[in-house]
Nanobody, 122 residues
Framework: QVQLVESGGGLVQAGGSLRLSCAAS????????VGWFRQAPGKEREFVAT????????IYADSVKGRFTISRDNAESTVYQQMNSLKPEDTAVYYC???????????????WGQGTQVTVSS
């Protein structure tokens, strides 16, 4: 069992930066891939980035590649997402999720946090 809590969201102007954190509890955190997903009003939840369980392979959505960086610290049971050059279209609720597979597919992620709001003003 893994419990996830996101933090770090907020309001930022276009071009600004935020760093999201996903704090996990549970003994097997290091065994899971951890991903970030987002959901804007009226839209489906979409994949943003994911990091593998122990060798730090990463996958990014094309829309954030070069602007977002995902990383993990297994000793601290925390995954981060550094978001730079933010755009108004990045506005969404951001969720972290953990699952046994290193994949972009939402349905493979078993455990989900409650989400944190990111709003980017133009």
């Amino acid at each position: 069992q893994v419990q996830l809590v996101e933090s770090g969201g907020g309001l930022v102007q276009a071009g600004g930066s935020l760093r999201l954190s996903c704090a996990a509890s549970g003994r097997t955190f290091s065994s899971y891939a951890v991903g970030w997903f987002r959901q804007a009003p009226g839209k489906e939840r979409e994949f943003v980035a994911t990091v593998s369980w122990h060798v730090d392979y990463t996958i990014y959505a094309d829309s954030v590649k070069g602007r977002f960086t995902i990383s993990r610290d297994n000793a601290e049971s925390t995954v981060y997402q550094q978001m730079n050059s933010l755009k108004p279209e990045d506005t969404a609720v951001y969720y972290c999720a953990a699952g046994p597979l290193f994949t972009k597919t939402i349905r493979t992620y078993t455990y989900w946090g409650q989400g944190t709001q990111v709003t980017v003003s133009s």
